[in-house]
């Protein structure tokens, strides 16, 4: 029998909390969540006025700086953004490196790491200017990072970025545009574009903010913390949703096969989940889905697309929302639930979805990161664990085993 005491030191009492369901990991004043009455708020402000009716511009400032901008302050901090949107030319061979066929995610996690050799000027995150300039351009060169993973993917030229157009508007015309030939940014795509980044810009300690905060809390690099983040967002159960859901829409192809699914989902012994459906702190209507399902009638309308893949997703979500099943385990759309249908409507490829996320949630990251650094009782991450492996015994020749 192990005493526990001896094993674990100068601490009396240790939670065992795996997933940390129930355990704080730090202070924040930036986002706010009730997840019992679907509440989110960014530094106090209802998430669905912001995504009706401000910038992406605005939310960035919000989330890094704790108030919203005044007019002047607004152009200031655009005209910072924009002046850091190029990469450096040699990044070009980076992506070269890769295969054609890359996720994007890859590229973003290699490409973002890669940045760290670039910028020696804003890597001493003692100085609190040096870390507002790497979350400056972190979110500047996002865009232009996520369209070149694009471009590369497709083979076409990369298009260096337009500084007169807005943040959403230049990364659309670096994705969608080429070379010699002018790109009008089509207005209701701009305006979905600047929702869907607003919907994802911060969602307090989940798993990728997480993870920016455990790799930063060693002091390391802003740009590799970043990178680990673009990481953990990848996976089906984090950003990753969003590809899986619109692909398992597509799967259901239509109404009729609904009821399959739903049985799937409920039963024990298949793994298979509704994916865009449930998560851990919402038991409740996620409020960005309201804003994204919204939105997805829109765009459909406005750019006259008619998909059959909206009309399985807003049936199953009827039928979801009167099952026992779910109503008993809470579970509703999140927001990636209808993020895949606009997307694809936009013309983006499922493998782009969750290089969209990150490139949004890039902005939350770095303001949790500022907030972290700053925080005089920041430490390192070091969570400890329960011992379950054998007890001390000696080393055996390795012919005597
Ligand atoms: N479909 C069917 N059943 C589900 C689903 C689902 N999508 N989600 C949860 N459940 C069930 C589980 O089987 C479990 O049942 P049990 O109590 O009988 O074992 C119960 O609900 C609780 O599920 P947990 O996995 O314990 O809940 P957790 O909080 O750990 O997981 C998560 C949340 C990962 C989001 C989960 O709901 C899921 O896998 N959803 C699908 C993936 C998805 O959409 N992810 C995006 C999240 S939002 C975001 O990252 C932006």
């Known amino acids: 029998?192990?005493?526990?005491?001896?094993?674990?030191?100068?601490?009396?009492?240790f939670t065992y909390d795996p997933g940390f369901t129930s355990t704080a990991s730090c202070q924040s004043a930036i986002t706010y969540i009730d997840g019992e009455a679907g509440i989110l708020l960014h530094r106090g402000y209802p998430i669905d006025?912001?995504?009706?009716?401000?910038?992406?511009?605005?939310?960035?400032?919000?989330?890094l700086n704790g108030e919203l901008p005044n007019r002047a302050e607004l152009e200031k901090f655009t005209h910072t953004i924009t002046r850091h949107t190029m990469l450096h030319e040699q990044l070009a061979t980076f992506y070269r490196g890769f295969r054609r066929d890359a996720h994007p995610m890859a590229i973003m996690c290699g490409v973002v790491g890669a940045l760290s050799a670039f910028y020696h000027d804003s890597t001493d995150i003692t100085d609190?200017?040096?870390?507002?300039?790497?979350?400056?351009r972190l979110i500047a060169k996002m865009p232009t990072i996520a369209a070149m993973?694009?471009?590369?993917?497709?083979?076409?030229?990369?298009?260096?970025?337009?500084?007169?157009?807005?943040?959403?508007?230049?990364?659309?015309?670096?994705?969608?545009?080429?070379?010699?030939?002018?790109?009008?940014?089509?207005?209701?795509?701009?305006?979905?574009?600047?929702?869907?980044?607003?919907?994802?810009?911060?969602?307090?300690?989940?798993?990728?903010t997480s993870t920016v905060r455990l790799a930063g809390s060693s002091g390391a690099n802003p740009f590799a913390c970043?990178?680990?983040?673009?990481?953990?967002?990848?996976?089906?159960?984090?950003?990753?949703?969003?590809?899986?859901?619109?692909?398992?829409?597509?799967?259901i192809g239509r109404p009729e096969h609904?009821?399959?699914?739903?049985?799937?989902?409920?039963?024990?012994?298949?793994?298979?989940?509704?994916?865009?459906?449930?998560?851990?702190?919402?038991?409740?209507?996620?409020?960005?889905?309201?804003?994204?399902?919204?939105?997805?009638?829109?765009?459909?309308?406005?750019?006259?697309?008619?998909?059959p893949v909206l009309d399985v997703a807003k049936?199953?979500?009827?039928?979801?929302?009167?099952?026992?099943?779910?109503?008993?385990?809470?579970?509703?759309?999140?927001?990636?639930?209808?993020?895949?249908?606009?997307?694809?409507?936009?013309?983006?490829?499922?493998?782009?979805?969750?290089?969209?996320?990150?490139?949004a949630r890039t902005v939350g990251w770095v303001a949790q990161w500022n907030e972290m650094i700053a925080d005089p009782d920041q430490k390192i991450g070091r969570p400890r664990q329960l011992y379950t492996g054998a007890t001390q015994r000696d080393y055996v020749p390795v012919d005597q085993r």
């Open 1 to 13: 029998v192990i005493d526990i005491r001896k094993l674990y030191g100068q601490a009396d009492v």
């Open 49 to 63: 006025q912001l995504a009706e009716n401000s910038t992406f511009m605005e939310v960035s400032y919000l989330l």
């Open 128 to 136: 609190p200017e040096q870390r507002m300039i790497a979350s400056h």
């Open 149 to 208: 993973a694009y471009k590369y993917s497709i083979g076409q030229p990369f298009l260096y970025p337009q500084n007169n157009l807005s943040y959403t508007g230049n990364f659309l015309r670096m994705t969608f545009g080429v070379p010699a030939e002018p790109y009008e940014v089509n207005p209701i795509i701009e305006r979905a574009m600047r929702r869907i980044f607003i919907l994802h810009a911060d969602h307090e300690q989940n798993a990728s």
């Open 226 to 251: 970043i990178a680990a983040g673009i990481a953990c967002l990848w996976g089906p159960a984090h950003g990753g949703a969003n590809e899986a859901a619109l692909n398992m829409l597509r799967e």
């Open 258 to 307: 609904i009821p399959e699914y739903i049985a799937r989902a409920k039963d024990k012994d298949d793994p298979f989940r509704l994916m865009g459906f449930g998560h851990r702190v919402y038991k409740n209507f996620d409020p960005r889905a309201k804003v994204m399902k919204a939105t997805a009638d829109e765009v459909l309308k406005e750019l006259n697309i008619v998909d």
């Open 315 to 359: 049936e199953l979500e009827q039928i979801a929302l009167h099952d026992d099943y779910f109503i008993e385990k809470k579970l509703y759309p999140n927001v990636d639930f209808y993020s895949g249908v606009i997307l694809s409507a936009i013309g983006f490829p499922t493998s782009m979805f969750t290089a969209l996320f990150a490139l």
